[in-house]
C-alpha cells in the first residue's frame, strides 16, 4: 500500500493508504508495530513519552472510537482491526476533499459539530484533539471530522487536550437533542467494553468522565466548564478530575469506586451551574 502522511504533526506512523483502479484513497491502514514507541516507526520515534499509553496499542483506540461513537454522533469515521501483509492494524475510511480545521476560522463550526467532538472528547478524555486531528469537508466547511485517536482512554488520568474548549461554541449551552444523546450513555456497559481491550484500569477511565459527563451537562454545565474540571491548569497542579479520581480510589484494590464518585460530583458541579462563569 502506498504511503499517505497523517498530519502535518504526525510523529506516529504515515499509515498507508487503500485506492481504487484510479488511485483515489479510499481507507488508511495504521499498523501497530508502527505507532510511536515502537522499533519499527518509520520516522525512528521509538520513545513513547505519554502517560497511560502503551506502544503498540493505540489501533485499539482507533477502533474503539469508531465503537463508542453510538449512532455516529460524533462522526468517527467507520474503522476496523485488520490484517495486512502480516502486519496487525486499525483501517480507517478516508474523508476526501477536507481541509484540517486549524486552516480554518473556529467561528464557522456548526455549533452542534462542536458539541458532538466535544462530548466524545470528554468521555475518552481525549489527550491528541487538536487542529490536526479534525477534518473540515469542502463541501460543508461548517462540519467536522475527527480522526486519530491512538491517544484516547487512557489507563488512570492523562491530561487531555482539547482545541475547542477555546472555541466560542464550547460556551454555548447544549440542546436538548445534546442532553437527550448524553443522558442515554451507559458507564457502566462502556466500561465492560473498553475494559475488554484495554484493561480493566482504562474500563474505569470511560467509567468516570462519562458519569461526571452526565452529571455536570444535566445541571446546565457547559462543553468548556466540564473540559475546563478535566484539564490541568498548569503542569503539575492537579485538574479536579485527577483529584475526583484519586479521592474516589480504594487504598486496597486501586480500584475506582464508581459509587463514590456519583457520591462526590454535586460538590465539583453545585446546582448553581450558571453562576460558576460556564
Not at 484510479?22 to 499498523?31: G, N, T
Not at 519499527?40 to 474503539?64: S, V
Not at 454555548?172 to 437533542?177: K, T
Not at 491548569?233 to 475526583?244: D, F, I, M, N, R
Amino acid at each position: 500500500l502506498p504511503r499517505k502522511d497523517s498530519g502535518r504533526d504526525s510523529l506516529s506512523a504515515a499509515g498507508a493508504a487503500a485506492t481504487t483502479s484510479k488511485d483515489s484513497p479510499i481507507a488508511v491502514f495504521k499498523p501497530a508495530d508502527e505507532e510511536i514507541g515502537c522499533d519499527a516507526n518509520p520516522r525512528g520515534n521509538t520513545e513513547l513519552d505519554r502517560m497511560g499509553f502503551e506502544a503498540g496499542e493505540g489501533y485499539k483506540g482507533e477502533i474503539l472510537a469508531w465503537t463508542l461513537d453510538y449512532g455516529h454522533f460524533a462522526g468517527v469515521p467507520e474503522t476496523v482491526a485488520t490484517n495486512i501483509a502480516g502486519q496487525l492494524g486499525s483501517l480507517q475510511r478516508f474523508i476526501p476533499s477536507t481541509k484540517q480545521s486549524w486552516d480554518v476560522t473556529p467561528g464557522r463550526f456548526d455549533v452542534s459539530a462542536v458539541h458532538r467532538i466535544a462530548i466524545f472528547d470528554i468521555r475518552v478524555l481525549n489527550r491528541d484533539r487538536h487542529g490536526g486531528t479534525l477534518l473540515v469537508p469542502s463541501a460543508d466547511p461548517t462540519m467536522l471530522v475527527p480522526i486519530d485517536h491512538s491517544y484516547i482512554l487512557p489507563a488512570g488520568f492523562a491530561d487531555p487536550d482539547f482545541e475547542w474548549m477555546e472555541w466560542p461554541q464550547s460556551k454555548v449551552p447544549f440542546s436538548q437533542s445534546e442532553l437527550q444523546y448524553i443522558a442515554k450513555l451507559d458507564a457502566e456497559a462502556d466500561q465492560l467494553v473498553v475494559a475488554k481491550e484495554l484493561g480493566e484500569e482504562v474500563g474505569e477511565t470511560i467509567a468516570v468522565t462519562t458519569k461526571v459527563l452526565q452529571f455536570a451537562a444535566a445541571r446546565g454545565y457547559t462543553a468548556r466548564r466540564i473540559a475546563e474540571f478535566c484539564r490541568r491548569a498548569t503542569l503539575t497542579q492537579p485538574s479536579p478530575l485527577e483529584l475526583l479520581m484519586a479521592e474516589c480510589r480504594d487504598d486496597s484494590t486501586l480500584s475506582i469506586d464508581l459509587q463514590k464518585v456519583t457520591e462526590f460530583l454535586p460538590q465539583y458541579f453545585p446546582d448553581q451551574g450558571e453562576s460558576m462563569g460556564q
